[in-house]
């Protein structure tokens, strides 16, 4: 087959470009093209014998920042191919493809929030099965906010220069079991009004409705947990069947003991304890701090 010239417009300048040929049933890489740019217009041939439907894998100083399937005609035409990249490229969020994956320490985390912020930008993704968020960002310090239910929050330092790839890991939370098969935890993640975890704030609960079942005596006391550098508030105990109403430090103008000493507002959320499963989520609840 011809010689077959191959390019990507619309690309951020300064990169350092490869592109993998790959067949779409067997995965293995046929061939890898350098690529070269030339007035925003990344390109390279391909010479080998590629012609029908292939892969076409994008790299960026060896990491993956797309691919696209495309069919390859035996033609000595220019053939141009769209990357995921023209999006971030025209979009004015950054000229570099910046590609963060979280896990576990092992294994890839899906669907975690990837938060990344400096002055004058904030900009947020959830990571794809492969742990995979992919950001266009400027040259730079920023801070990496990643959050997941069942796991601790961490907040991170990046610095972008040209192309860049990080990984961070988080630690799976362990929730500490009820003692007895008549009691659940209840679990909230507190948030501040930037959107990250926020640590040491309180948290109160009481119960205010018992299940109507004759020969028990439930104590009503309010009992109060204050977040960890996660985030997370943990109410063990809890007895099933049973309504609690739930507030955070502040409650429709009052002071957190204003409201534990007043039983909570009537506006404050209340649930009814699961029957079954160990763990529950807490109603949303609103207040500052």
Known sequence: MATTPIKFPGLPTGLTLTCDVVHPSTLSVEETVTLTEASSIYGGSITGSSSGQKIFVMKASGAIIG??????????ATFVILSELETYASDGRGAYPVTITIDDGTDPIEGATVRVTTDGLVSTLT????GIALF?????????????????????????????????????????PPASAGVATGVMVVYDNNGDVEEG?????????GTGTAGYGRDTATRTETSDSAGLVTFAG???????????????GLTFSDVASSSGAASDPTIVVPLSGDTFNLPEVLGAP
Not at 67 to 76: D, P
Not at 127 to 130: D, G, K, L, P, Y
Not at 142 to 148: A, F, G
């Open 136 to 176: 266009a960002l400027d040259n730079g310090a920023y801070t990496v906010t990643i959050t997941m239910p069942g796991y601790g929050s961490g907040v991170e330092s990046l610095t972008v220069s040209g192309a860049t790839s990080d990984t961070y890991s988080l630690t799976v939370v362990t929730v500490t």
């Open 67 to 76: 691919s696209r399937i495309r069919t390859v005609a035996n033609t000595t």
């Open 238 to 252: 809890m007895q099933r069947g049973c309504t609690y109403q739930v507030w955070r430090s502040s409650t429709a």
């Open 201 to 209: 704030v309180d948290i109160g609960i009481k119960l205010i409705r």
């Open 127 to 130: 990571t794809n099965a492969s």
